[in-house]
């Protein structure tokens, strides 16, 4: 149901006497508030008080009535509910599957939800705006479902699902049921005459009915499933896999030699070169970090950037990679190396320091570049934070200094029209599952024209992340791209084989790539 005061917004639920009757069912879900109403009935009758008595009676009869408001109905011998089955939380699940797994032939399965950035979200809004939230997500979540799920708030951002029984729990309808709960939290939310929008991290398992307790063992696996898909997030989604819990130990590794990693140079800067869609020539660099792992080998950013985060390092990471792509520029224009621009990635929590816009001009200036040359690249999912002015203020104050902003994984998330304004965005990056194809996929080929021209109708260059062919390096091309970054031109590359790189490349007037093996990221 849409809210009349925000426009485009849609306001899920059953309205007030839903979430009332929620906060009923809580509170009768306690025992010691539903021991007051015998106390408070035996004791009027004692003192001769039989009119309070009645009242009480009759109240108690009432509040249990408000509290059935929004249960689901549920038929005689239903696996959603029993006598002896836990009302809500962890063993409601677990109670369910343990019946689903001694019925023969039928499967099910078990997902989590948990909504991302919750302590932000306590931060800002205040712990009564967030049971509020809460409590609609959870009616989203909800009326998503069939009748006979089991739905249960597993604590303040968490939500537990077990699915009526099935013939079979396939990856691919877990995968659907995934999206579809991923999609009704991501519906903008009316809030305080604001819209608010939500993402969550979603991890699921089906039935593992092997070992003496499958219920519990396939509940751990839901868990271990999340746990990937809060590394991997925002908005995230991973299906539970055997040795799913040993990448979850290889980033508790990697975030305690984090530190280390970043004095002792193991983590260095790569660079991956963008080019004009149309003429080939080279446009910049964008610089990546990868750890030169001991153990592990050579890392790309996906399989450790989260053990950063965790270990309270990505400042510190961050300054390092602007520091070694400043001077890689410096060094590149002594050699003449013609490369007109470099972009570095920072995260949202380095941009909420007031001094960050301060700190790059400090930087800039020291290695004597122009800062027209530094691109700022953004993560797609900055726009979930459009909101903070810290944010809006640097990056106001970066652009004036003359930097250009570059925003990824446009197409994907929650970035509209306000956000690459208020972002002060000079490009945007199409994401790769879009460029995926997009020589042979009519409905890709429609939805990258669509975000060119909206791109081009606001005064936004475009770049087309992830061409791996020749085929969709030309075809971004001819629907009116204007830069390409990928495989098709070249792959990440250690400092060393820039220069080398540029120049020939420059000198074949297309792409070329070095047979050279450090030059490639694995």
């Known amino acids: ?55 009480t009676a009759v109240c108690l009869s009432t509040l249990l009535a408000l509290g059935g408001i929004g249960r689901r109905a549920t038929a005689p011998g239903s696996f959603a509910a029993s ?15 343990d019946r689903v797994s001694d019925v023969p032939g ?25 049971e509020e939230i809460a409590t609609r997500v959870e009616e989203r979540l909800q009326t998503t479902l069939r009748n006979g799920d089991l739905l249960t708030r597993l604590g303040d951002a968490r939500f537990g699902i077990v699915l009526s029984p099935l013939a079979t729990a396939r990856l691919g309808l877990r995968d659907t049921i995934a999206s579809r709960l991923s999609d009704a939290i991501a519906e903008p939310l009316a809030m305080r005459g604001s819209a608010l929008r939500l993402t969550a991290s979603i991890g699921h398992s089906a039935m593992i009915k092997n070992g003496a307790d499958p219920a519990d063992t396939t509940f751990k ?24 819990g040993r990448a979850r130990a290889l980033q508790t590794s990697l975030s305690e030699e984090v530190e280390a990693a970043i004095h002792d140079g193991a983590i260095q800067a790569w660079f991956q070169p963008q080019i004009h869609a149309r003429t080939g020539t080279l446009s910049g660099m964008e610089t990546l970090a990868r750890w030169q792992h001991p153990k592990h080998g050579l890392l790309g950013p996906k399989e450790f950037f989260s053990a950063v985060e965790a270990s309270g390092h990505m400042p510190l990471l961050g300054q390092r ?89 446009f197409g994907l998330g929650a970035a509209s029209i306000p956000t690459l304004q208020r972002l002060s965005v000079s490009r945007i990056k199409i994401d790769r599952s879009f460029i995926l194809d997009v ?84």
């Open 321 to 409: 990679m602007l520091h070694q792509a400043l001077k890689a520029l410096r060094d590149w224009d002594a050699v003449k190396a013609h490369i007109p621009q470099i972009s570095v990635n920072f995260s949202a929590g380095e941009l909420r320091d007031p001094d960050f816009a301060n700190h790059m001009a400090q930087e800039v200036a020291r290695f004597s570049l122009a800062p027209s040359r530094i691109v700022i690249e953004l993560p797609e999912g900055v726009g979930k934070h459009i909101e903070e002015d810290a944010i809006a203020a640097n990056l106001l104050k970066l652009r004036n200094a003359g930097h250009r902003v570059d925003l990824e994984g």
């Open 439 to 522: 020589d042979v996929a009519h409905e890709k080929r429609q939805s990258v024209a669509a975000i060119i021209a909206l791109a081009q109708a606001m005064g936004i260059e475009t770049l087309a992340q992830g061409a791996e062919t020749q085929s969709e390096q030309d075809a971004v091309a001819e629907l009116g791209c204007d830069f390409v970054q990928g495989y098709a031109i070249a792959r990440p590359m250690g400092l060393d084989n820039v220069a080398d790189w540029a120049r020939a490349h420059g000198a074949a007037g297309k792409t070329i790539r070095l047979d050279d093996r450090r030059a490639a990221a694995p």
């Open 83 to 97: 006598a002896a089955t836990p009302a809500t939380g962890r063993g409601a699940l677990v109670a369910m599957m």
């Open 106 to 130: 039928r499967d099910t399965a078990c997902i989590l939800v948990q909504i991302d950035d919750w302590a932000a979200l306590h931060s800002r809004w205040g712990l009564d705006a967030c």
């Open 221 to 244: 696996a839901a868990e271990t499933a999340l746990d990937e898909a809060a590394l991997n997030g925002p908005n995230a989604i991973r299906a539970f896999a055997p040795g799913m």
């Open 1 to 55: 149901m849409a809210d009349p005061k925000a426009k485009g917004t849609v306001n899920v639920g059953q309205g007030p006497l839903y979430r009332l009757s929620r906060r009923i069912q809580t509170a009768l879900s306690r025992i010691e508030v539903l021991a007051l109403f015998p106390l408070l009935a035996l004791s009027a009758h004692w003192m001769g008080f039989e009119d309070v008595s009645l009242v």
